[in-house]
């Protein structure tokens, strides 16, 4: 009895499937599934024979030859990459020899380009590849078929997620505690190394939460961090993860959040909290694509340590009228 044909777990799974069959079947000694995200051309899935590229890589979009393609100036399939004026002219091709090309375009069913099904080889292929191009351009479609229902499930899934995380919530805020931050983050860092979205963190420390606890009492300082709590969960987005992972600490994670995005939403929050009369420093840093949102997270405590010395140096007062 044959062996049974299993589905694909996913769409990571099936796009493994279809880069090794094309290599076994085409040859070219790199085969690539990625993601474009303004000027980032992230490599999601690799099947790398000679080239060193790894999944996670990140290039500049707009010197591909992919970026070209999209444009319509140059062909899908390029046999012979130097007879193309669009792919000569390609900064890429003067860090990587690329004697032919091949990409398909990958899009939603919203008409919006994901990335793309690519490959190249150091060496010109022979003219018959370009018999090849309705297969690949199936394939293409099949997978951005299966992302496309893939993505559109996301919501779902990050909902009983974070349904599971609501044992993980701190008792004061009821924002999810430093248990539940991890988790949730965690899981967002799985689907932003899988899909290649952009996300962003926002790191926020109050100012005044000891001298209140000193001067005022644990209760006033309760009061702070309570308000603080709520003004900074209405100033994000209901996507967004909100945590407070201290005492006078609390954190953002931007949910597929381009870095203009995760600029204004810092922006936000600090005008709410300036509003409610909290007085807080804050950073915020995106994440990059080749180094994930721990790091992200290094540099958003960072940046907001800074904003704090900063504010230190130039002895800007601190004040909380709204709560008094």
């Known amino acids: ?32 599934v990625t993601r474009t995200e303004g000027e980032d051309w992230i490599m999601l899935q690799v099947e790398d024979h000679g080239y060193g590229v790894r999944e996670g890589s990140v290039f500049c979009w707009s010197d591909s030859f992919c970026s070209r393609m999209v444009q319509d100036q140059g062909p899908r399939v390029a046999p012979q990459a130097n007879s193309v004026p669009a792919y000569v002219a390609a900064p890429i091709g003067k860090q990587v020899q690329i004697g032919a090309y091949v990409g398909i375009p990958m899009v939603l ?113 309760d009061k702070l961090i309570y308000h603080a709590g709520r003004n900074i969960r209405s100033a994000v987005r209901e996507q967004d993860i909100v945590a407070r992972i201290g005492g006078d ?21 600090a005008r709410t909290l300036e509003e409610a009369g909290i007085k807080a420093s804050a950073g915020y840093a995106f994440r990059h694509p080749s180094k994930g949102l721990m790091a992200a997270l290094a540099e958003a405590d960072r940046n907001m340590y800074q904003y704090k010395r900063n504010k230190q140096s130039q002895n800007v007062s601190n004040y909380l009228g709204s709560l008094d």
Not at 10 to 22: G, I, K
Not at 122 to 143: D, N, S, W
Not at 145 to 174: G, N, V
Not at 249 to 269: N, S, T
């Open 249 to 269: 600490e609390f954190a953002v994670l931007g949910v597929e959040c381009h870095p203009h995005q995760i600029e204004d939403l810092a922006k936000r929050i």
């Open 109 to 221: 069913s919203d008409g919006s380009l994901f990335g793309t099904l690519c490959a190249i080889d150091p060496e010109p292929q022979a003219e018959t590849v370009r018999h090849q191009l309705p297969t690949m351009e199936l394939l293409a479609k099949l997978l951005s078929t299966i992302l496309d229902k893939e993505l559109k499930s996301q919501a779902q899934f990050r909902r009983l997620e974070r349904i599971e995380a609501e044992a993980m919530s701190d008792i004061l805020t009821e924002l999810y505690n430093r248990r539940g931050w991890e988790t949730l983050l965690s899981a967002e860092e799985k689907r932003c190394q899988r899909y290649g979205h952009p996300a962003g963190i926002i790191y926020i420390d109050l100012d005044d939460l000891k001298p209140i606890n000193d001067t005022k009492g644990h209760a006033t300082g």
């Open 1 to 32: 009895m044959p062996n049974p044909i299993s589905p694909f777990s996913d769409f990571e799974a099936a796009a493994r499937e279809v880069l090794s069959y094309l290599h076994q079947e085409l040859g070219f000694k790199l085969w690539m």
